[in-house]
Structure formats: C-alpha cells, structure tokens
C-alpha cells in the first residue's frame, strides 16, 4: 500500500511558475514508477509527465513539453513537477500516481493515487 499526499497548487499568472510535489508513505517509494496526471473541469483526466523508479527516464505530454520538469527523490520519497510557463489551459486538479509497472505506459498508469491539488492559471 503507498499513500500520496500532494501539494504545491494555487493560483498563477499565465507566464508563472509553480512546483508540485507528493510525498509518498512506505519503504517502497523506489519501486515505483510515479507520474502526474491532470483533470479540468468537464474533461477526462490526461496524462501529464511519468518518470521510471531511478529518475533517469522521464515522459511528457506533448502540451506541456519544454514547460514542466518531473523529478524525483528516492531517499525522500518524493516525486516533484516543476511547472513553468503557465498557461491558463494548464489550470486542472493535478493528480499523482504511483505504479508498479513502466514509466512507459501513460495510458492504463496507476495504481496508487493522490487526493488531487488545485492548480489555477489565471490570464
């Protein structure tokens, strides 16, 4: 069992910045591969970054490539995304995950999830 936590979320100019990060409970935080997802209102949740259990393989969505930074921290079981440029499209409920599987697999990824932080772009 692994329980996320998130934080970091508020409201921005578009052009701002603003670093998410989710702490995660257990001994086995290294396991995972962990990501981020977004969900705006009326739409579904998308995938946003992934990153495998070392930090040395990250993903991205196409929208926020060039803008947003995954990271992790194993010996703080943390996993950060750094978001810069924002836009107001950006704004959603920014969610992370953790899974056992591939970084790789942005589609059907997570097992474990966070409550979700509220990030607001305002333009």
């Known amino acids: 069992q692994v329980q996320l936590v998130e934080s970091g979320g508020g409201l921005v100019q578009a052009g701002g910045s603003l670093r998410l990060s989710c702490a995660a409970s257990g001994r086995t935080f290294s396991r995972y591969a962990m990501g981020w997802f977004r969900q705006a209102p009326g739409k579904e949740r998308e995938f946003v970054s992934t990153?495998?259990?070392?930090?040395?393989?990250?993903y991205y969505a196409d929208s926020v490539k060039g803008r947003f930074t995954i990271a992790r921290d194993n010996a703080k079981n943390t996993v950060y995304l750094q978001m810069n440029s924002l836009k107001p499209e950006d704004t959603a409920v920014y969610y992370c995950?953790?899974?056992?599987?591939?970084?790789?697999?942005?589609?059907?990824?997570?097992?474990?999830w966070g409550q979700g932080a509220q990030v607001t772009v305002s333009s």
């Open positions: 990153i495998n259990w070392n930090g040395f393989s990250t």
């Open positions: 995950a953790a899974d056992p599987g591939s970084a790789t697999m942005t589609d059907r990824f997570g097992v474990y």
